[in-house]
């Protein structure tokens, strides 16, 4: 069941990250500090992220309303500026329309030597851009408690994201902590 404060977490993603929801200024190169404007005027600042993960090859093309399938994707990542990880991440895919879809699913971060993980639950609402086939999205995602050794720092993490896919499938996701 998903609590009240899970439902306003949600809805702030999708303020922050969909276009045409509210305006989103990102300034300074390479997506390193995000603010958003809220229509009230009031500002957020996430701050710059506190994880950057990439994912090769990973177009989706818009489909009928309704469609729903299952998908895994392999990328990798930088902790905290320092730590390389590698990703796993199984979604369900759903489209709202044909080029609105909602993602819900699992993912697993191992450091490189696969000694360490983490795990957490994610959200995103994004939109497909129908011509090029790029793509912009946001979502939560919610680490368990059970991180261990150079990725502890994601126990029990909230995070809100960003997810970037360019006209050539190239996949950036941006992650900031929900204080």
């Known amino acids: ?18 276009p045409g929801v509210l305006t ?23 701050g ?7 994912y090769p090859n990973s177009t989706v093309q818009p489909q009928p309303q309704g469609t729903t399938f299952n998908t895994t994707g392999f990328g990798t990542g930088l902790l905290n500026g320092t730590t390389e990880v590698d990703t796993e991440a199984n979604a369900t895919i ?17 450091d490189s030597n696969n000694d360490d993980t983490a795990y957490y639950k994610f959200l995103e609402l994004g939109k497909i851009n129908p011509i090029d086939l790029s793509y912009f999205g946001g979502g939560i995602a919610i680490f368990d408690g059970n991180a261990t050794g150079t990725l502890k720092s994601l126990s029990d993490v909230v995070a809100v994201y960003k997810s970037v896919i360019d006209a050539n499938g190239n996949a950036t996701v941006y992650y900031y902590h929900w204080n």
Do not use: W
């Open 1 to 18: 069941m998903i609590n009240g404060k899970l439902v306003n977490l949600i809805a702030l993603c999708v303020l922050l990250f969909i």
């Open 48 to 54: 710059e992220p506190f994880f950057i993960e990439r």
């Open 94 to 110: 759903t489209f709202r329309d044909s080029q609105t879809m909602f993602l819900e699913g699992r993912a697993k971060y191992t």
């Open 24 to 46: 989103l200024n990102t300034t300074i190169a390479n997506h390193q500090y995000v603010v958003a404007m809220l229509p009230t005027n009031d500002t957020i600042t996430l």
